[in-house]
């Protein structure tokens, strides 16, 4: 199996300008934004290497297996410093870490992906999208295999507190993440059978989805000229191209590139070439129409208004859901309170000597009311019988007077 990369001049399609030779197979390869000799790779044994395409072939330096990543490293970004050598990347053994190629020797800081902010690494998720807008610097977010977005801030205080906040919605990893470059604040995830956008005010759910394809989803990316306009590649080998301001439900444009399941796609900065690579690496560069890739007349104002509709429609439901769950939370602890001041259920045997107790004690009670009656009566009896005798006396003592 061949391990090489290779750097392409779109003049010349039958042979590569350069050959890249890494150590263990690249995952990821992103360009220096302030030198574009210098490259940055992520290899599937877990190291960082570096290049300068005028020293050859080979990295100019490897981090060490040691101290870097434990799994395959599927995402590099290079960050927006003064020397223009800073960088971090992504794995699936659930760290994000910092380099600066000017010493690979071992990462400039570590962040553990633990949503429960204890910084466990057993409990972390793998990292496989990474998010980066020079225009928010302390900002980046970090899409999992567990189909979670992390929003983080590198200049937070505690490890803790780097980890804001996250979005759940995708039943499987994420492939793709990435900032509307027009709306920042608004984000688009490619995973499982969908393509979500996002809004960083609504964390609960997405405000806009694709339906749920066929066909698993593998890439996706926002055009750079149109903000109503991304584009997603599918296992079935088509690409999908989206307006939403034109079809909400549907692709605009579905096109078949090859047989092959397509995993990545790139597009061009200018937004008019997108290049789209399948799973026996063959690279297809297509040429967008105009159409897609002109800004239409207020295109801008009617994306963000859309935006703003979904994200309030959001809300409005979070609310009410919130609201749903608090009412069924005091019903639910209504009845558990219900519960508890009920008494314990007794055993057959409490049952029984309690039952024996109370006949006895209904019987002994009985009795006494018994005698008491019957000496009631008794005390009735004689007192009659002296008001007899007085009767009898009496008059016998007024004869003998």
């Known amino acids: 199996m061949s391990y090489d990369s290779y750097i392409w001049d779109l003049e010349t399609p039958n042979k590569p300008e350069m050959v890249i030779r890494p150590s263990s197979p690249l995952v990821c390869l992103e360009y220096n934004p ?18 300068d395409t005028r020293k050859g072939s080979l990295p100019v330096e490897l981090t060490m297996v040691e101290l870097g990543h434990r799994d395959p490293v599927y995402n590099v970004i290079w960050l927006q410093s003064k020397t223009g050598t800073d960088c971090f990347s992504g794995s699936t053994d659930g760290q994000v870490l910092w380099w600066d190629i000017r010493k690979l020797s071992e990462p400039t800081e570590t962040l553990v992906m633990d949503i429960s902010r204890k910084g466990i690494l057993e409990n972390a998720l793998g990292a496989i999208a990474l998010e980066y807008e020079p225009t928010m610097p302390t900002k980046f977010m970090v899409g999992t295999e567990q189909g979670v977005v992390i929003s983080c801030n590198r200049k937070a205080k505690t490890p803790a507190e780097k980890i804001v906040c996250t979005y759940s919605g995708h039943h499987g990893p994420i492939y793709s993440l990435s900032r509307n ?10 995973g499982d059978w969908t393509a979500r956008i996002w809004s960083e005010e609504s964390k609960e759910s997405s405000i806009m989805w694709t339906k749920y394809h066929m066909s698993y989803l593998t890439d996706g990316c926002w055009s750079t000229t149109r903000p109503a306009v991304f584009f997603t590649t599918k296992m079935d080998g088509t690409l999908d191209v989206w307006d939403f301001l034109f079809k909400q439900n549907n692709p605009t444009l579905n096109l078949k590139v090859c047989d092959d399941p397509l995993f990545s796609l790139r597009l061009q900065d200018n937004g008019r070439f997108i290049g789209c690579g399948s799973k026996l690496g063959t690279v297809t560069l297509l040429e967008v129409s105009s159409g897609l890739c002109t800004l239409q007349r207020n295109e801008k104002n009617l994306a963000s208004a859309m935006f703003e509709r979904e994200t309030k429609r959001e809300k409005i439901l979070e609310a009410r859901h919130r609201e749903m769950r608090l009412k069924e939370r005091t019903k639910t602890e209504g009845k558990e309170e219900e519960v508890k001041e009920e008494p314990e259920e007794e055993k057959p045997e409490e049952v029984l ?29 004689e007192q009659e019988l002296d008001e007899d005798d007085d009767e009898i006396i009496l008059p016998k003592e007024e004869e003998e007077e």
């Open 353 to 381: 000597a309690r039952v024996r107790k109370e006949f006895f004690d209904v019987i002994e009670n009985e009795l006494k009311r018994r005698e008491r009656g019957r000496s009631k009566s008794l005390a009735g009896q």
């Open 181 to 190: 470059p027009f709306y920042p604040k608004n984000f688009l995830t490619v």
């Open 34 to 51: 302030k030198d574009s000799h210098i490259l940055i790779g992520g290899c599937y044994n877990g190291q960082i290497a570096y290049w």
